[in-house]
């Protein structure tokens, strides 16, 4: 077989180190290359979560202004900035059990052969959704507790950072399915967890 055929296979492969598989099948994965279903559930959670989050953004900003310069507001802009507090806390409590489970349970091995640069950046982005989940809402509630404009600031500046890393994991996803033809992406997918 030639060389870069054997390459391209064994970026298919998740498994087994060394061996290349002719014809790698989601469905052969072994549990430990997979994330677990409270893993995944949660993955797609936060996504939904999120987007929300970000929608109602704008009228979490006037609710925060309006309850500062203490003025009435109307009904949509109250339930929303409730919301925004609801949804964040919970998007604080789903990041916190994944990182749980991922202490707990372990994370599937990132594919034998990735380059450098490849791993190195999944890690910093990965590392700063985490941070940030973490922290966005801790900050989103002692400056809406305290009434702090400036905690508050740092928290909008925050969310624009996080959608940068967003952005970068998305296109990090997408560049191991469309162009290094791993399993990574397809592993995420609902269904496709441990077995046990
Ligand atoms: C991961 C969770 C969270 C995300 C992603 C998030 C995201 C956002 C976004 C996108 C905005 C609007 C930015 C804009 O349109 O300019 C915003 C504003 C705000 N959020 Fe959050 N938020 C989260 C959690 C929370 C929590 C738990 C609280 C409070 C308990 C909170 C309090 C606020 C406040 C007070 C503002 C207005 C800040 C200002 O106008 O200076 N956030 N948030
Ligand atoms: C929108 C907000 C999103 C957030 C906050 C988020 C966050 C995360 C986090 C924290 C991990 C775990 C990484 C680890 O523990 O090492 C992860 C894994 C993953 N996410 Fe997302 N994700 C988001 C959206 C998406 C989307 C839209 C896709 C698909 C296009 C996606 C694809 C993946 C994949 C493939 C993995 C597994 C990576 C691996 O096995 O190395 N994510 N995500």
Do not use: C
Not at 17 to 35: F, H, K, Q, T
Not at 57 to 70: K, L, R
């Amino acid at each position: 077989m030639p060389f870069y055929a054997k390459q391209r296979l064994r970026r298919i492969s998740l498994t087994a180190p060394g061996v290349v598989m002719i014809n790698s099948s989601i469905a052969n994965l072994p549990n430990e290359d997979r994330w677990t279903r409270l893993n995944i559930t949660l993955h797609w959670l936060i996504v939904v979560l999120l987007a929300f989050q970000f929608f109602i953004g704008e009228w979490m900003v006037a609710f925060f202004d309006g309850g500062i310069e203490g003025k009435t507001m109307d009904a949509l802009t109250v339930t929303f900035g409730y919301l925004h507090v609801v949804i964040g806390l919970s998007i604080f409590v789903a990041i916190a059990l994944r990182l749980w489970d991922r202490l707990a349970h372990g994370r599937p091995p990132h594919w034998e052969g990735e380059p450098n640069w490849a791993s190195v950046l999944a890690r910093i982005t990965h590392f700063g959704l985490y941070a940030l989940l973490l922290i966005m809402p801790l900050a989103g509630l002692v400056s809406w507790w305290f009434s702090n404009e400036w905690i508050g600031d740092q928290h909008v500046l925050a969310s624009n950072v996080l959608m940068a890393f967003v952005a970068l994991h998305i296109a990090g996803a997408l560049a191991n399915h469309f162009w290094f033809k791993t399993d990574v992406l397809r592993r995420i997918l609902p269904g496709q967890g441990r077995k046990t």
